[in-house]
């Protein structure tokens, strides 16, 4: 599976931005989309993940209420707003395909490129 993200940009604390990752390839294969973030000298940290089929979500206790996990199958893309963003949500954010649906990014073995996004404050 290749993934192609993108949507990432400079953001204002209190501001949204939606990130979208688009899936092509052996994408039947795939049971669930994944958000992983990276900032500069931290570790790689789980955002948000859903089942390709069936809508199931699963969120990381730092983003849930502000960020929101979506896909349009038909258009093979997954979609992820962010709401009321902060400066600690500030990272490279790399979308992933993977075996399950969790937030371990060992289950996860196509990862796209990152998308970068910072939040002033």
């Known amino acids: 599976v290749q993934l192609q993200a993108s949507g990432g940009g400079l953001v204002q604390a209190g501001g949204s931005l939606r990130l979208s990752c688009v899936a092509s390839?052996?994408?039947?294969?795939?049971?669930?989309m994944g958000w992983f973030r990276q900032a500069p000298g931290k570790e790689r940290e789980f955002v948000a993940a859903?089942?390709?089929?069936?809508?199931?979500?699963l969120y990381a206790s730092s983003v849930k209420g502000r960020f929101t996990i979506s896909r349009d199958n038909a258009k093979n893309t997954v979609l992820q707003q962010m709401n009321n963003l902060k400066p600690e949500d500030t990272a490279v954010y790399h979308c992933?395909?993977?075996?399950?649906?969790?937030?371990?990014?060992?289950?996860?073995?196509?990862w796209g490129q990152g998308t970068q996004v910072t939040v002033s404050s």
């Open positions: 992933a395909a993977g075996v399950a649906l969790t937030g371990s990014p060992e289950r996860f073995n196509s």
């Open positions: 390839g052996r994408t039947f294969s795939t049971y669930a």
């Open positions: 859903i089942r390709w089929s069936g809508g199931t979500s």
